[in-house]
């Protein structure tokens, strides 16, 4: 399971990538500025979260300098292929729990007044 910022960099390159048949051309500051500003990335952070997804197989990354700015080339692997369907059974795992626990609630409340019913209360 990623963290919050490795989703946030992963949903960044993702998107670009899918856009492109799964392969995209980004720099440092194009993964940054795709972000959503409710999270707080320094460059350095992104660099060591690439790598990190690189490792876990989500795509495979090169690397190259052209006139001193700094290109990496994403191609994604099956595993980030599957990244937003990874997405959707977190956001359905979450919702099925909601709902547990408001079914779960709702019984134990009617049950409570079956309770005082039967006591007489």
Known sequence: MLSRKEK???KSIYYEAVKKKGVCLMRPIDVMSNMTPKVEISCDDVD???NALELDG???KIETSKKGETFWCFTLKQKGHAFYR???N???AIYFKISLSVAIAIG???FKL???AIAGN
Do not use: W
């Open 48 to 50: 060591i979260i690439i």
């Open 108 to 110: 134990i409340f009617i």
């Open 58 to 60: 989500y795509f495979d």
């Open 90 to 92: 977190e956001k359905r």
């Open 8 to 10: 946030v960099v992963m």
């Open 114 to 116: 079956i309770l005082d």
């Open 86 to 88: 990874e997405i959707l």
